[in-house]
């Protein structure tokens, strides 16, 4: 028997609530299915298992707030299963030729969760309903705010969040003031104990602008590039040779991570900010790369991150796409132990081959931690990103 | 297709990808980006949803006349009516 219990989400989180089970007791569960969807200062997480087993019991209900560590269900793993004192009874196969428990559905796909965003789960909880009664309209079927509002008819309407500081035209729901909490937390911590260093690098974009267009000319708008996805694809591969900026820094020190876990850090319209990390981004091309970041931003959008997603990056980018400053320089993700940071592309004055020619570039920026390397290194490091970029098309 | 609906579809799309906003409050001179805060990849997301729906090619080079909901709604209504 073993213990499921409230994952830390984060070195931030103490506490999550828990929203729905997707599973009950008497279920085959494999390594890494989605068993529950939690409810964090990060909006909504998909909460995996990291051990096969079948539940024996659940030990939370929906909607109760359980601190970290707190336990959740009950696992019966393959050694309680093994059959040391009886043969199993008549008629019953023994344990191991049982079928592997069903693949879960892809979110979104019939049969496993109702996914639903951030903001329509919140009002949803206002009201009363629930999420299974709800036609979803948006991505995959997911049940948006309108939809709560529409399965809600004769409902009062719930009074509305203010609307905040007049920035973006976002929704209420997602509770930005734990989000900026979580957040501070954080940060704080890392400039505590993190002593980052700090390099800027320009570099010239035409080769990959180039690249990019003639690319993207031939290809259906689903299929299209964006620049951000070739700067992620040449960050994770000059990390093959500078690997110490690719790791977690733990009690005992820095540990390099064989696989890049690229962190994104996306910025969320009504304020706040999520980092999902892309798992095994050193074996993607750029193609795939694009496929994933569609995908995270997608699903963050809509509030359907996984917890390994959150938790597992050992690097983080964050790139101000097309819109904004030259350049930004970060703050480390504990317990990472860098950020690259890209400005916006744009077109600058450049000295090409000693003549002053406009051409788009970008300022990347490298914030480092000091414990672990140095800027010598960390030079290495912008430099090597900036060579690949030159040579777009060997990807 | 009459601009009303093409301007229904295109909103349904624009909260498709964006489902956090309201479509209440979105306005037809709203800038995409800098009033509704789409990034590029949201951005680029509208276009290949807007693709499927009207299969229409929109090269990169047309991504300005998208800018925003009344733009997008006589640049759609142009490309079907050629």
Redesign the interface.
Same mark, same amino acid.
């Given at each position: 028997m073993s213990l499921f219990t409230m994952p830390s989400l984060g070195a931030d989180m103490e506490a999550g609530k828990l929203i729905e089970w997707l599973v009950k007791p008497g279920d085959h569960v494999a390594k890494g299915d989605i068993v529950a969807v939690v409810e964090t200062q990060k909006g909504a997480i998909e909460i995996e298992i990291f051990e096969a087993g079948q539940i024996s019991a659940l030990l939370a209900e929906p909607g109760q707030t359980l601190p970290v560590g707190a336990p959740l269900a009950q696992i019966g793993t393959a050694e309680d299963a093994a059959p040391a004192v009886a043969p199993p009874p008549r008629g019953q196969p023994p344990q191991a030729a049982k079928p592997p428990a069903p693949p879960v559905a892809p979110a979104g796909g019939s049969g496993g969760p109702r996914p639903a965003s951030p903001a329509a789960r919140a009002r949803a909880a206002e009201l009363g309903l629930a999420l299974e009664t709800v036609a979803g309209s948006g991505p995959g079927g997911a049940v948006l705010l309108a939809d709560v509002g529409a399965g809600a008819q004769g409902h009062p309407a719930p009074p509305m969040a203010p609307a905040g500081d007049g920035g973006p035209k976002g929704r209420p729901g997602l509770d930005l003031t734990g989000m900026r909490h979580a957040i501070a937390a954080a940060m704080s911590r890392s400039k505590r104990k993190i002593p980052h260093y700090y390099l800027s690098h320009e570099i010239a974009l035409q080769a990959a602008q180039g690249w990019l267009a003639a690319t993207n000319a031939a290809r259906p708008p689903d299929r299209r590039l964006l620049m951000g996805a070739l700067l992620v694809r040449a960050t994770v591969r000059a990390l093959a040779r500078v690997p110490e900026m690719n790791g977690r820094f733990d009690e005992g020190g820095f540990v390099p991570s064989a696989t890049v876990n690229c962190g994104l850090a996306i910025a969320l319209r009504g304020g706040g900010l999520i980092a999902p990390a892309i798992p095994d981004a050193q074996d993607l091309d750029s193609d795939a790369i694009m496929h994933r970041m569609r995908d995270l931003v997608a699903r963050t959008r809509a509030g359907r991150l996984r917890n390994s997603e959150i938790t597992q990056g050992t690097i983080t980018v964050s790139s101000l796409g097309e819109t904004g400053v030259d350049a930004l320089f970060g703050v480390i993700y504990p317990p990472q132990v860098a950020l690259v940071g890209f400005g916006a592309p744009r077109v600058r004055p450049l000295i090409l081959d000693g003549t002053l020619t406009p051409g788009l570039a970008v300022t990347a920026t490298l914030a480092a931690d000091h414990r672990v390397s140095d800027g010598r290194r960390g030079a290495m490091f912008l430099a090597e990103i900036d060579r690949l970029l030159q040579e777009p098309d060997n990807t | 297709m009459t601009p009303q609906e093409i301007r229904a579809a295109f909103i349904a799309d624009l +909260? !498709? +990808?964006?489902?956090?906003? @309201?479509?209440a409050? +979105?306005g037809d001179d709203?800038h995409l980006?800098?009033? %509704? !805060?789409l990034? =590029?990849? @949201?951005f %680029?997301?509208l276009? =290949?949803a %807007?693709?499927?729906r009207f299969n229409l090619?929109?090269?990169?080079s047309d991504y300005p006349r998208l800018a925003t909901p009344s733009k997008a709604v006589a640049y759609l209504a142009a490309m079907l009516a050629a």
């Open positions: - | +909260i !498709g +990808i964006a489902p956090d906003l @309201d479509p409050a +979105i709203d980006q800098d009033d %509704l !805060g990034d =590029s990849m @949201d %680029l997301n276009v =290949s %807007l693709h499927k090619p929109v090269p990169e």
